[in-house]
């Protein structure tokens, strides 16, 4: 089974920046979709970031401009990282692979105003 780690998240002021990581161990997943979800308090779960295996990128509107995704198959490893940091951003985010679907702990992202 594959397990996923991310690592990074904490507090930052309005217009700061953050990395996020996520490790994985279990299996190699270069052939699998990676992606950043959040989720804030009353509200749904959201992709905000994702890469396919071959590099290509999707971000959601909110978060374009703002957030890039990366991902590292030597290391297992994916990556956001976040800039121009808003209050809005403040949620929990998690790392996810589609194959074998598979969801991160999560982390706290909190930024101030």
């Known amino acids: 089974q594959v397990q996923l780690v991310e690592s990074g998240g904490g507090l930052a002021q309005a217009g700061g920046s953050l990395r996020l990581s996520c490790a994985a161990s279990g299996r190699p997943f270069s052939n699998s979709l990676m992606a950043w979800y959040r989720q804030a308090p009353g509200k749904q779960r959201e992709m905000v970031a994702s890469?396919?295996?071959?590099?290509?990128?999707g971000y959601a509107d909110s978060v374009k401009g703002r957030f890039t995704i990366s991902r590292d198959n030597a290391k297992n490893a994916v990556y956001l990282q976040m800039n121009s940091l808003k209050p809005e951003d403040t949620a929990v985010y998690y790392c996810y692979i589609n194959f074998p679907v598979t969801w991160g702990q999560g982390t706290q992202v909190t930024v101030s105003s």
């Open positions: 890469i396919t295996s071959g590099g290509s990128t």
